[in-house]
């Protein structure tokens, strides 16, 4: 679905991705995690066009990504950034058709498609005509994610969306989010700065430093056969504080 060969980015001098080769499979969840600064977000804006690499091509189902066809190429990819990106002079219902709105769709064709991203969402009906200032977080994202799948998309994008919210929304909105990904069937490029969350979604987990990939597998794989002491180092960080007192007491 997506392919990038030899990508990297400098920004004022500082090189934030070493030259990258990331093959992204189709029908598949693949999982960007590393450190803070180590690529994640640069890497899926550049998958999208939204920045452009100083070297390297990236190619979307083998086209490849120009200044001049990027626009087109996004309206086929679905993104989803932290805090939702909701414009507040917006409605919920305003937000999630405003590309179709741009489009030309018509009136019935909007509401046939929210009726069918609300029900996928589990987005209330009547919470369309609020304003995201009157929505909760996990509402807020649920309606950035409705928005990114308005255009039904071949893939969604999404650099931490959960991340912003508290720990017993973000887990209800784990379940949801892995549901409709099961559902939907589509290509999922998902950063993450939490393994947990890498291995829930993840069928490849790719684990980035200083900008340049150090492993990339399944959880089970980067567990039982790190490629260097970073990645063993890495995943013991994130063990919890309740597993590593369940292994003291134990």
Not at 64 to 70: D, F, K, L, Q, R
Request: charged fraction near 20%; include cysteine; hydrophobic fraction near 40%.
């Amino acid at each position: 679905m997506l392919e990038l060969t030899g990508v990297s980015k400098t920004y004022d001098g500082t090189q934030v991705l070493q030259p990258i080769d990331l093959h992204v499979q189709r029908g598949r969840t693949t999982v960007l995690i590393g450190p803070s600064g180590c690529g994640k977000s640069t890497l899926i804006r550049v998958m999208m066009g939204l920045i452009w690499p100083n070297s390297g091509t990236v190619r979307f189902e083998g086209t490849e990504v120009t200044p001049a066809n990027a626009l087109l190429l996004r309206r086929r990819m679905g993104y989803v950034i932290q805090d939702g990106g909701l414009f507040p002079h917006l409605t919920a219902r305003g937000n999630v058709s405003l590309m179709a709105g741009y489009l030309g769709w018509s009136p019935e064709k909007v509401e046939t498609r929210l009726d069918e991203l609300a029900a996928l969402t589990q987005f209330p009906r009547e919470g369309l005509d609020r304003y995201p200032v009157q929505l909760s977080g996990g509402q807020r994202q649920r309606v950035a994610l409705m928005r990114a799948l308005m255009l039904d998309p071949d893939v969604l994008l999404l650099d931490e969306p959960l991340g912003a919210l508290d720990p017993m929304i973000r887990s209800e909105l784990q379940a949801d989010l892995r549901k409709i990904f099961q559902t939907l069937g589509k290509t999922v490029v998902m950063v993450t700065h939490d393994m947990g969350e890498a291995g829930f979604f993840g069928d490849t987990i790719v684990l980035l430093r200083d900008g340049q990939i150090v492993q990339q597998g399944t959880l089970k794989e980067l567990v039982q056969s790190p490629a260097t002491p970073f990645v063993r180092q890495f995943i013991n960080a994130q063990r919890s504080p309740l597993e590593s007192l369940r292994g003291d007491s134990a």
